[in-house]
């Protein structure tokens, strides 16, 4: 076999070889956030202290979290929040847990005359997470949790 013939096969190998693993990297991207173990809980006021709304969950992306939009809502509004509706809605507020996770927890506080105007019964928690790449995750029911009478 000639040097020019050898050299030829292994600038292709290599050509090829580079074609490939940036075929893969292309193919890998970048993820998307995911929610985890996520709560929700509502807290009556009493005489002496505002209840409350609050939701809690754990967040991960590999670039790290950028936000987590939170809408509550009662079951009887026959609401159905969309992605693009959420990213207007609160931000929670979070905070590191570790390099690809953030805990991010949601909190409204609620007096007794706001107490009396809500919806009895279920409510359901949407939640709309951004990753610092860009990347989001919507998840229209992220928890749900009860108004008693």
Avoid: H
């Avoid at 990297?25 to 929610?35: M, S, V």
């Avoid at 931000?91 to 927890?105: D, L, V, W």
């Avoid at 009396?116 to 997470?129: C, F, H, I, P, R």
């Amino acid at each position: 076999m000639s040097k020019r013939v050898l050299f030829s096969s292994l600038i292709g190998a290599v050509v090829l070889g580079g074609v490939a693993a940036g075929g893969l990297a292309l193919a890998a991207g970048p993820t998307e956030p995911t929610l985890d173990r996520g709560t929700a809980r509502y807290t009556a006021p009493s005489d002496s202290s505002a209840g409350s709304l609050s939701y809690t969950v754990d967040v991960s992306d590999d670039s790290g979290i950028r936000n987590l939009k939170v809408l509550a809502w009662p079951a009887s509004s026959k609401l159905d929040p969309t992605e693009a509706e959420l990213r207007s809605a609160e931000s929670a507020k979070c905070g590191s847990t570790s390099g690809e996770t953030t805990r991010c927890t949601y909190t409204l506080k609620v007096t007794k005359q706001e107490a009396a105007d809500l919806a009895k019964g279920t409510w359901y928690v949407s939640a709309l997470a951004t990753a610092k790449d860009g990347g989001t995750t919507f998840v229209p029911g992220a928890a749900t949790f009860d108004v008693a009478r």
